[in-house]
């Protein structure tokens, strides 16, 4: 069994930047991250191969986040830049195990983070 524990939410204007980070309580391979709002849908936001050296982004996001890992921390990481109104949502961490390239859609992933909520400000 695997925690994650996101942190990094808030509220910020829009134009303004976050940094969320999640800390797995052991080993993972692929990683992503996913958003939802209430009543809707998990949506993937981006997701990571274990080297780093794969990333796919949702196009919504692209040129505006950044997704990384610190495999020597143990660490995952969502740098938010830009940030829009519509970006508002829980954000969840997550992680498969046995498969490095990330997946795009929740059910592909083993374990959850909590979430974390960003609300950006017009």
């Known amino acids: 069994q695997v925690q994650l524990v996101e942190s990094g939410g808030g509220l910020v204007q829009a134009g303004g930047s976050l940094r969320l980070s999640c800390a797995p309580s052991?080993?993972?391979?692929?990683m992503a991250w996913f958003r939802q709002d209430p009543g809707k849908e998990r949506d993937f936001v981006a997701g990571?191969?274990?080297?780093?050296?794969?990333?796919y982004y949702t196009d919504s996001v692209k040129g505006r986040f950044t997704i990384s890992r610190d495999n020597a921390e143990n660490r995952l990481y969502l740098q938010m830049n830009n940030l829009k109104p519509e970006d508002t949502a829980v954000y969840y961490c997550?992680?498969?195990?046995?498969?490095?390239?990330?997946?795009?859609?929740?059910?592909?992933?083993?374990?959850w983070g909590q979430g974390t909520q960003v609300t950006v400000s017009s």
């Open positions: 997550a992680a498969l195990i046995g498969a490095n390239i990330p997946g795009r859609v929740a059910h592909d992933y083993d374990y």
């Open positions: 052991g080993r993972t391979h692929a």
């Open positions: 990571i191969s274990w080297a780093g050296t794969i990333t």
